[in-house]
């Protein structure tokens, strides 16, 4: 199974969010595939702000 390293504690401001974010976004590597891949997987999250309840998806 892969290894993966913590990059922070998750416990971050809405504006440490933001400012983390844009760090990360220098460490996207943009190349072509050197094999098929055999998964594929994606994410995603919803919510209102005038209610509690959080909707969150994955679909591998």
């Known amino acids: 199974m892969a290894q993966y390293t913590s990059l922070h ?32 997987a994606g994410c995603d999250i919803s919510f209102n702000k005038f209610e509690e309840t959080v909707y969150a998806g994955v679909l591998i």
């Open 9 to 40: 504690d998750w416990q971050v401001t809405p504006a440490e969010a933001v400012a983390l974010q844009q760090q990360l976004r220098s460490q996207i590597r943009i190349q072509p595939l050197t094999k098929t891949p055999k998964t594929i």
